[in-house]
């Protein structure tokens, strides 16, 4: 089959996930419950995302493990966005050059 | 009317200047989200390029779903022959995340925000784009989501081209190093609050041992990585709603 047909089946269902619940949920939402989930939906669903998938994003776990404590400390004494996902690759590299 | 005019117009100046620093701002923080991108949509390419798809069919569909899990399920779908309603059903559990993502934005945005801007913004929902938008002080302005995808969309784009083009010609160390670039950010998303909030790092922490522990479970273990993170996401979400309900100010932060 057309490989445009796929794509198209796929974009269109990604996009309708995405779109609905911005378009449809106009308001603040009252209910102190609903809004407390979805304040912490963020946290909880980067951190699952994160641990224990980064060590198996590299060629061996502990770069990874290594990777993630370094770049823990490095965003708890108050590192930006870049200098922390720079020095996380930097340590993957530098590990992986000596142990690979 | 004279003045009445002028000053309308002179807000309507001062929106646009503020918009464009958002959309810069949006820039800045999109480079780093750009390079980890690059980097890990070669592996797309190459995935993409082994189930059949031309380059220019691969870069379309990188452009158009802007969703690592969900994509790389749908290219071995369609290596695997499936028909075209399993890849759907495939897009829906892999990418639901974004829902639950669309719902926290939409508290996110200003309640004045039109209709275009919605769709643009949930457009872009990725778990970086997400991740920088949540984090952006106050009320979201789209342009900021919009100058953060305008970097890192077209660098989606281009590694997934230069997958399906080259194959594996970067080094694996390079591609190792720069596959952890996305989980770097986002510590640098989580860490900065749960250092403020202890309710929050307990949330982090949980959150890791929770999905370490899915990992492991052989019950879990074969469940889907999107299906994981999903129901993760929305039983310790839930659970801290309830154990600590958060108050007003707090959330405005």
């Not at chain 2, 709603?241 to 405005?252: G, H, I, N, R, Y």
């Amino acid at each position: 089959m057309n490989k445009y047909v796929y794509i198209s089946a796929m974009a269109l269902v990604t996009f309708l996930i995405r779109v609905l619940p911005l378009t449809l949920i106009r308001r603040k939402i009252s209910n102190r419950t609903l809004r407390s989930f979805l304040y912490y939906v963020p946290y909880v669903t980067l951190a699952v995302m994160t641990f224990p998938a980064i060590m198996e994003a590299t060629q061996v776990p502990w770069s990874g493990l290594i990777s993630l404590i370094c770049g823990i400390a490095l965003a708890w004494s108050g590192a930006g966005l870049f200098p922390v996902s720079v020095a996380c690759c930097a340590i993957v590299f530098v590990i992986e050059l000596l142990l690979v | 009317m004279g003045p009445l005019l002028y000053s309308s117009h002179y807000g309507d100046f001062k929106m646009r200047g503020k918009r464009i620093d958002n959309f810069k701002r949006g820039i800045r923080v999109g480079i780093p989200i750009g390079l980890g991108y690059f980097a890990v949509s070669i592996a797309l390419g190459i995935a993409a390029r082994n189930a059949g798809f031309t380059p220019l069919q691969a870069t379309v569909t990188s452009l158009l779903i802007n969703a690592s899990a969900g994509e790389y399920a749908g290219f071995s779908l369609v290596a695997s022959g499936a028909g075209v309603l399993e890849v759907a059903i495939m897009e829906l559990i892999a990418n639901a995340r974004y829902l639950l993502m669309s719902c926290s934005l939409s508290q996110k945005l200003s309640q004045s925000t039109p209709l275009k801007h919605r769709i643009g913004v949930g457009f872009y929902i990725t778990d970086e784009i997400f991740g920088v938008s949540m984090a952006y002080p106050g009320e979201l302005d789209p342009f900021f989501t919009y100058g953060a995808a305008a970097v890192a969309s077209p660098c989606w784009g281009l590694g997934t081209l230069c997958g399906a083009l080259l194959g594996s010609v970067l080094p694996l160390r390079v591609v190792s190093a720069l596959s952890v670039g996305l989980y770097g950010m986002f510590l640098a998303i989580i860490i900065p609050p749960a250092r403020r909030d202890r309710v929050i790092a307990g949330l982090v922490a949980v959150s890791f041992a929770a999905s370490f522990a899915a990992n492991s479970l052989p019950l879990l273990q074969h469940l889907s990585s999107g299906i994981k993170t999903i129901v993760l996401t929305v039983t310790i979400s839930l659970a801290a709603a309830m154990l600590f309900p958060v108050k007003e100010a707090e959330e405005d932060e």
